[in-house]
């Protein structure tokens, strides 16, 4: 996906850092910064090094590769994006909460910049997460979905089912609204769209 430098000794006067003592966050946002201006190919350690302010030998105490710094980056910003959503809903029971914030990621998903860029520049990135494997951001969304139908299957507003399995229903039909949803009917028509993702959602979990 990325190809990388093999790690190397630099010559630097810029004291190393202890690996504990990594910024982490201020890595990520360069890294975030360096997708969103050229892409994943443009994501070298060495750029992100210059960019982030630390030498290539503190950043791979911690990644081995760009690789695993894409894999952190885009699990830190769907987290980030999870409990942005999260704060930005409410429900009168788990089933509406679980549809009102299941819309909101997919309106967030859509406009999240280094997904956008990704899917403009690099989209067979995504494809792995699609087709083989789940990321760590991914098995956080089943998480909650699954501990929410659990509350609706409780509280009476959710049907009776394998929570697990109806979690990845709700997830899927998700992606699809953040990923295809733009092409199948255009920028113009995505709040309508988002419309029918709710109902079709309140109907798959009704009683």
Known sequence: MVSQPSPDRERSS???RAHNA???????DAARDIVVDVGLRGLTMADLARRADVSRATLYRTWPNADGVVADLFTREFRTLLQTAMRS???DDARSMLVALSVAVVR????LPVLQRVIELDPGFIAPYLLHRRGASTDDQMQLLEDLIRDGQTDGSIRAGD?????????????AFVL???VFVGEDH???LDAELRLQLDRFLTP
């Open 14 to 16: 810029a004291p190393l």
């Open 22 to 28: 990594i910024p982490r966050d201020r890595v990520l």
């Open 89 to 91: 809903v409410s429900g």
């Open 108 to 111: 967030l998903a859509r406009r």
């Open 163 to 175: 929570a697990a399995v109806m979690a990845s229903a709700v997830l899927l039909d998700a992606w």
């Open 180 to 182: 295809t949803g733009p």
């Open 190 to 192: 995505l709040d309508a």
